[in-house]
């Protein structure tokens, strides 16, 4: 069987890894067949190499690494590859395929809008809404975040809504959280574009204010859950269909 080896970024923050290994245990109850094993790219343990050399010595000769990230940055095109392919040409009896990353999906926007709601953000009012991500020197992944605050600004009823990121890109939350106020928003929420806590987003909650609401990183909801085993199958039968090609 083909084990699938999610991949975070990791983090210092112990509470970081904790909710990845919470995600992945709705992974494990939903599919109680499927090997899921939890590895990250660098500052928790245990690394992405080192799971993948365990998989293959308890077994299995084929794994899907699952990027745990939310775009395609730095991050998604460099480092995971970069990783797989070093095991790769110590272990060639080992084959590895890459899943996508999680976003763009409908399903993480869900996760984000229920954090929001659980905070305590209600639909419509005067809330301003801030939808919070990492940043990136990759202009596709900010668009991303960017996209989706356009999309629920149409239709959200909240007094505005706007992306902000924590690094790298424009806006940052102190603009982002003026912008609202100067259009009218009399309350501020913060959504999360993040999947765990961290260094960011701690760094976004302290930014917004404390009058602010901020909204839990997405976590272990049940669609992202949903949306690691998507992409797990996804990767399989790509990989079955080339090797029948």
Same mark, same amino acid.
């Given at each position: 069987?083909?084990?699938?080896?999610?991949?975070?970024?990791?983090?210092?923050?112990?509470?970081?890894?904790?909710?990845?290994?919470?995600?992945?245990?709705?992974?494990?109850?939903? #599919?109680? +067949?499927?090997?899921?094993?939890?590895?990250?790219?660098?500052?928790?343990?245990?690394?992405?190499?080192?799971?993948?050399?365990?998989?293959?010595?308890?077994?299995?000769?084929?794994?899907?690494?699952?990027?745990?990230?939310?775009?395609?940055?730095?991050?998604?095109?460099?480092?995971?590859?970069?990783?797989? /392919?070093?095991?790769?040409? #110590?272990?060639?009896?080992?084959?590895?395929?890459?899943?996508?990353?999680?976003?763009?999906?409908?399903?993480?926007?869900? =996760?984000?809008?229920?954090?929001?709601?659980?905070? @305590?953000?209600?639909? @419509?009012?005067?809330?301003?809404?801030?939808?919070?991500? =990492?940043? +990136?020197?990759?202009?596709?992944?900010?668009?991303?975040?960017?996209?989706?605050? #356009?999309?629920? =600004?149409?239709?959200?009823?909240?007094?505005?809504?706007? /992306?902000?990121?924590?690094?790298?890109?424009?806006?940052?939350?102190?603009?982002?959280?003026? #912008?609202?106020?100067?259009?009218?928003?009399?309350?501020?929420?913060?959504?999360?574009?993040?999947?765990?806590?961290?260094?960011?987003?701690?760094?976004?909650?302290?930014?917004?204010?404390?009058?602010?609401?901020?909204?839990?990183?997405?976590?272990?909801?049940?669609?992202?859950?949903?949306?690691?085993?998507?992409?797990?199958?996804?990767?399989?039968?790509?990989?079955?269909?080339?090797?029948?090609?």
């Amino acid at each position: 069987m083909t084990a699938l080896v999610a991949v975070a970024h990791g983090s210092r923050n112990p509470r970081s890894a904790a909710t990845v290994h919470e995600l992945l245990d709705v992974v494990r109850v939903l #599919r109680p +067949s499927l090997d899921v094993r939890a590895s990250f790219l660098d500052l928790s343990a245990p690394r992405l190499g080192d799971v993948l050399r365990t998989v293959h010595a308890a077994g299995h000769r084929s794994a899907v690494v699952v990027p745990l990230l939310l775009g395609k940055a730095f991050h998604a095109r460099v480092d995971v590859p970069g990783a797989v /392919a070093e095991v790769a040409a #110590r272990l060639p009896s080992l084959d590895v395929a890459i899943a996508d990353v999680l976003g763009p999906d409908p399903r993480l926007e869900s =996760a984000a809008l229920r954090r929001l709601a659980s905070a @305590g953000v209600d639909a @419509g009012g005067d809330w301003g809404v801030v939808l919070a991500g =990492a940043g +990136s020197s990759h202009a596709p992944a900010n668009a991303l975040v960017t996209d989706i605050a #356009r999309r629920w =600004a149409r239709g959200s009823g909240w007094a505005g809504v706007t /992306a902000a990121f924590a690094a790298t890109a424009a806006p940052d939350v102190p603009t982002a959280v003026a #912008r609202l106020r100067a259009g009218g928003a009399r309350r501020i929420a913060v959504a999360s574009w993040f999947l765990a806590p961290g260094l960011l987003p701690d760094r976004v909650a302290r930014l917004a204010g404390p009058d602010a609401v901020v909204a839990p990183p997405l976590g272990p909801d049940p669609e992202v859950a949903e949306l690691v085993l998507h992409r797990f199958d996804a990767a399989v039968g790509a990989a079955l269909a080339v090797r029948s090609a």
